[in-house]
């Protein structure tokens, strides 16, 4: 069964400053990965998704993340953070094949603040 | 062009009511889903559906019924309430699986007193 790992409950940041959010899988074979945000009191909204090939991929609202296999880990990024990023970010998995591709499973969730 | 729409945003019920959350779609998406999300555990799946009249069991089934008699809408059941119960209940919906994006709706929130 696939799993994801969110280490870290908040991360706090500086406005201006660069920020990381940091999530590891596990999953057999290749995996698909996805951030999500969601806002106080709203539903998800998707973010960005990896499927293969650039390790990098970019997404909504000038996010990033970096896909590295060996480490397993697909972090999201973003060079200058602003207020309005304050949000709960979910990193989420998704096998290739198999039975638990119908199922999309999610970390418990990083809060983000970013401090004016 | 609504998305995924939620009915109702807020729900208290007493232990052993029932109730049924509505969710409905407008893109057309083969797949839905029901989740719940809950303080510190993320989002976990309850129930999902491939396509018109299909369901099957995610990970946190019980409790829980599903129904897909319509394309465009997936109906939670709660037969006989439990304050374990008590969650945020959201509903997603994709084309398919594998790479597709799961677009999600704004949430019920369920109270079991």
């Known amino acids: 069964a696939q799993s994801v790992a969110q280490p870290e409950d908040q991360v706090n940041v500086a406005e201006g400053n660069p920020l990381t959010v940091k999530c590891t899988y596990s999953?057999?074979?290749?995996?698909?990965l996805f951030w999500y945000v969601q806002y106080p009191n709203r539903g998800l909204q998707f973010l960005l998704k990896y499927i293969t090939g650039d390790n990098l991929v970019k997404g909504s609202y000038g996010f990033e993340a970096e896909f590295n296999k060996s480490q397993t880990s697909f972090h999201l990024k973003k060079p200058s953070a602003l207020v309005s990023d304050s949000a709960l970010y979910f990193c989420a998995v998704r096998p290739f094949s198999g039975a638990g591709s119908y199922q999309l499973t999610f970390g418990k969730g990083t809060k983000l603040s970013v401090i004016p | 062009n609504a998305g995924v729409t939620q009915t109702p945003k807020f729900r208290v019920l007493k232990t052993g009511q029932s109730m049924t959350l509505l969710c409905a779609q407008d893109m057309n998406h083969e797949y839905m889903y029901w989740y719940r999300q809950d303080p510190g555990m993320g989002l976990r799946l309850i129930h999902y559906s491939v396509g018109e009249g299909t369901t099957a069991k995610g990970e946190v089934p019980d409790g829980y019924n599903v129904s897909r008699l319509k394309k465009q809408n997936f109906l939670l059941g709660l037969e006989s309430a439990a304050p374990s119960q008590t969650s945020v209940y959201f509903c997603a919906s994709s084309w398919g699986q594998g790479t597709d994006t799961q677009y999600f709706g704004p949430g019920t929130r369920l109270t079991v007193l």
């Open positions: 999953v057999s074979g290749n995996p698909y």
